[in-house]
């Protein structure tokens, strides 16, 4: 992991986070690791480390958490959560983290493609009457093969 340089911390990103949901809890974290020793994948990959992540965060450094792809290797197994002294909902704020990093463009190539076919067809499989006849043969009604409500869910930014 790269030198943190505290020069770039913002005081007001942890606030921001706390008054999401998810992150309510984030300032009671007195960061005493139990989560990092409960986490399958800090097992498996030493990148990820919710302890780490959450000390960044209560620092401040809003671009290092949210750019750096370490964020989303959570597997939301809640062993974190279920082991957390002090309660804090740590699956809830990696979700809030990787929303945030999500809405700020620092989102893997993966889930954008996932978001962009999503936003174009409303699923991630795209459907068409080809798919539509293959379903009628074995029985299947047919689905559309567009889906307007998804524009709600991506308004034009």
């Known amino acids: 992991m790269a030198d943190i340089d505290l ?3 913002d005081p007001k990103f942890i606030k921001e986070l706390a008054a999401q949901p998810g992150g309510e809890k984030i300032v009671a974290c007195f960061t005493c690791r139990t989560c990092t020793a409960s986490c399958p994948i800090s097992i498996v ?3 990820f480390s919710p302890y780490r992540i959450i000390r960044m965060a209560l620092y401040g450094l809003r671009r290092q958490v ?3 792809d370490f964020i989303w290797l959570c597997s939301s197994c809640y ?3 279920e082991r957390c002294p002090q309660g804090v909902s740590i699956t809830e704020f ?3 983290l990787k929303n945030l990093a999500a809405k700020e463009g620092y989102a893997p190539a993966g889930i954008r493609a996932q ?4 936003k ?4 991630i499989y795209p459907l068409d009457e080809f798919d539509n006849k293959k379903r009628n043969k074995i029985g299947l009604p047919s689905l ?3 889906c307007g409500v998804v524009k709600e869910l991506f308004p034009e930014q």
Request: charged share 30%; net charge positive; hydrophobic share 25%.
């Open 7 to 9: 020069r770039e911390a």
């Open 45 to 47: 990959n030493n990148k």
């Open 66 to 68: 949210l750019e750096r």
């Open 79 to 81: 062993a974190c959560q």
């Open 94 to 96: 990696m979700t809030l």
């Open 115 to 118: 978001r962009d076919l999503i």
């Open 120 to 123: 174009g067809h409303g699923r």
């Open 144 to 146: 559309p093969t567009t």
